[in-house]
């Protein structure tokens, strides 16, 4: 159980969500990227007691929350523009402040 407590505090490499349009327009596909972090395993070493301990994890997939009520599921980031992204989200109406997270 140590083994898991270690993947729970595996650290994510910092990033963030990039958009084109920078600024969502109604009616219009909106192309979204993380950027930062390529999707490569995470791991960490840990060595105590004479013992070293290494967890490894690999994302398998990725939960899209686009702040309007839709959400999609990926097994990839996105691809940064001017690349044609496969993360992509059409907003139906005006939503001030809309966040959108991974």
Do not use: C
């Not at 993380?34 to 967890?55: C, E, H, I, M, S």
């Amino acid at each position: 159980f140590d083994e898991l407590r270690r993947r729970d505090r595996l650290l994510v490499p910092s990033g963030g969500i990039e958009a084109n349009p920078t600024r969502s327009l109604v009616g219009l596909p909106t192309w979204f990227w993380y950027a930062g972090y390529d999707g490569r395993p995470l791991t960490k070493t840990v060595a105590a007691f004479g013992v070293t301990v290494q967890v490894q994890a690999t994302p398998t997939s990725y939960r899209w929350d686009f702040g309007d009520g839709t959400t999609m599921t990926s097994d990839g980031l996105g691809r940064p523009y001017p690349a044609r992204s496969t993360i992509t989200h059409t907003y139906q109406a005006a939503r001030p402040g809309a966040t959108v997270s991974p």
